[in-house]
């Protein structure tokens, strides 16, 4: 498993083994196009996040190699699906092809849009972007409120 530690907000965030061969297999090596999902979690309320599910694209998704962008109907229909099975949406994944990816400025007005839209109770939202090496270490994971990006270093 690979852990994250975002100091700001005293928070750590935990990807299984699984989750990560899951995201792995989207990794952005050449000639693939950038690929996202949503992250799920078990736990919350908890300061220790388990990431228990990911959800991979879908064809409806508008994707290219510099571009995501997620099907808001299929998006919502997951939530509410996996709500039901006791994973809570918590953010968002996407790739960049990038060793170590960082986000772009529309990443970070996405992903504080998602905080201030969503109907979630939590203090923040995850940013997952997979690097695009095998060592998932190098990804990039932040917390994100309404305003601002708080990044979360790998243990
Ligand atoms: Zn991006």
Redesign the pocket.
């Given at each position: 498993m690979y852990k994250f530690q975002c100091n700001e907000i005293d928070i750590t965030i935990i990807f299984p083994t699984s989750v990560v061969e899951n995201l792995k297999k989207f990794r952005q090596t050449i000639f693939k196009k950038?690929a996202g999902g949503l992250l799920f979690c078990s736990n919350p309320n908890s300061n220790q996040i388990n990431i228990s599910y990911i959800s991979s694209p879908s064809i409806y998704d508008i994707r290219s190699k510099y571009f995501?962008k997620p099907d808001e109907k299929i998006s919502q229909a997951t939530i509410d699906r996996l709500f039901h099975q006791g994973h809570y949406y918590v953010g968002d994944w996407?790739t960049?092809p990038e060793k170590v990816?960082t986000?772009?400025e529309?990443?970070k007005k996405t992903i504080c849009d998602i905080y201030i839209k969503s109907n979630h109770h939590l203090h923040y939202v995850i940013i997952l972007?997979v690097s695009s090496e095998k060592d998932f270490s190098k990804s990039y994971v932040a917390l994100a409120d309404g305003n601002n990006l708080y990044s979360c270093r790998p243990m």
């Open positions: 950038e995501f996407h960049h990816p986000p772009s529309q990443d972007i």
